[in-house]
């Protein structure tokens, strides 16, 4: 089993930044990929961000050029730095990691951009 717990969550002004934070606990190192997923009020839950073991980053075109994945591989940590946030950014941002052929979910932190 492993488990994620994200931090970093909150209410941000629309041009500002956020940084979010997800920590891997259990049996985690067989862990190969990690990252963020959001869901938006009645849409569907949605890529973010994704990095390997090997350092190789996924990121979708909504966010390109405004997020920034990175993680430290050994204590299987992932963040994610948000910057230039639109009101569109505003979801539940959920931590992802990918063990074997099981997908692990976090419980999910809420980011809302607003003025």
């Known amino acids: 089993q492993v488990q994620l717990v994200e931090s970093g969550g909150g209410l941000v002004q629309p041009g500002g930044s956020l940084r979010l934070s997800c920590a891997a606990s259990?049996?985690?190192?067989?862990?190969?990929?990690m990252g963020w997923y959001r869901r938006a009020p009645g849409k569907q839950r949605e890529l973010v961000a994704t990095i390997t073991s090997a350092g190789v980053t996924n990121y979708a075109d909504s966010v390109k050029g405004r997020f920034t994945i990175s993680g430290d591989n050994a204590e299987k940590t992932v963040y994610l730095q948000m910057s230039n946030l639109k009101p569109e950014d505003t979801a539940v941002y959920y931590c992802?990691?990918?063990?074997?052929?099981?997908?692990?979910w976090g419980q999910g932190t809420q980011v809302t951009v607003s003025s």
């Open positions: 259990g049996n985690r190192f067989g862990i190969y990929i």
């Open positions: 992802y990691a990918k063990y074997s052929i099981r997908d692990y």
